[in-house]
T-cell receptor
Framework: GDSVTQMEGPVTLSEEAFLTINCTYTATGYPSLFWYVQYPGEGLQLLLKATKADDKGSNKGFEATYRKETTSFHLEKGSVQVSDSAVYFCALSDLMDSNYQLIWGAGTKLIIKP | GAVVSQHPSWVICKSGTSVKIECRSLDFQATTMFWYRQFPKQSLMLMATSNEGSKATYEQGVEKDKFLINHASLTLSTLTVTSAHPEDSSFYIC???????????FGPGTRLTVL
């Protein structure tokens, strides 16, 4: 079945560093790909999405490109801030029983130090 | 837009009692709602999927008699944890989806602690 693999955390960076969180997927169809972010003690927020190959999703300085050839959707940000500290989840959508469900990666905790 | 609320945000109850958690889509109609459970430092575990006006579809291993889900309107779904026990303590998160789109919008979560 479909699956999502994320790099294990925690990832610890200094403020203003460049961020990459790797995400690869396996899927039989052409799913949409998502990054969600979860701040401490909160629910999940949609960070960005891409619906087809070569699409680039972007939001709040984060971006990710849907790479079909490498089945990847790596999250990047050029200069991270302390406020970016959170857990980041990569996910893909899969049509199951007439509903689109999300297949989740395990999540990557990001810690940004001042 | 696409705001989902949950109530309560946290609840503490005694073992054996039942707890109801509400999930509301505030500015859109949610044809499908999802209920997840999240254990500390882990990813989300899908518990069930509910379409408005239909019975919920539960994931394997989730007891439907213990976790009662009602999706009576396009803006409200409820999860009732019946006869709660300490092992039911967890972070419960709902999400909502409209139409045939594949994007889910999440509520802020409810922290349940069963003593």
């Amino acid at each position: 079945g479909d699956s999502v693999t994320q790099m294990e955390g925690p990832v610890t960076l200094s403020e203003e560093a460049f961020l990459t969180i790797n995400c690869t997927y396996t899927a039989t169809g052409y799913p949409s790909l998502f990054w969600y972010v979860q701040y401490p003690g909160e629910g999940l927020q949609l960070l960005l999405k891409a619906t087809k190959a070569d699409d680039k999703g972007s939001n709040k300085g984060f971006e990710a490109t849907y790479r079909k050839e490498t089945t990847s959707f790596h999250l990047e940000k050029g200069s991270v801030q302390v406020s970016d500290s959170a857990v980041y989840f990569c996910a893909l959508s899969d049509l199951m029983d007439s509903n689109y469900q999300l297949i989740w990666g395990a999540g990557t905790k990001l810690i940004i130090k001042p | 837009g696409a705001v989902v609320s949950q109530h309560p945000s946290w609840v503490i109850c005694k073992s054996g009692t039942s707890v109801k958690i509400e999930c509301r889509s505030l500015d859109f109609q949610a044809t499908t709602m999802f209920w997840y459970r999240q254990f500390p430092k882990q990813s989300l575990m899908l518990m069930a999927t509910s379409n408005e006006g239909s019975k919920a579809t539960y994931e394997q291993g989730v007891e439907k008699d213990k976790f009662l889900i009602n999706h009576a309107s396009l803006t409200l779904s409820t999860l009732t944890v019946t006869s709660a026990h300490p092992e039911d303590s967890s972070f419960y998160i709902c999400s909502a989806q409209t139409g045939r789109t594949d994007t889910q919008y999440f509520g802020p979560g409810t922290r349940l602690t069963v003593l």
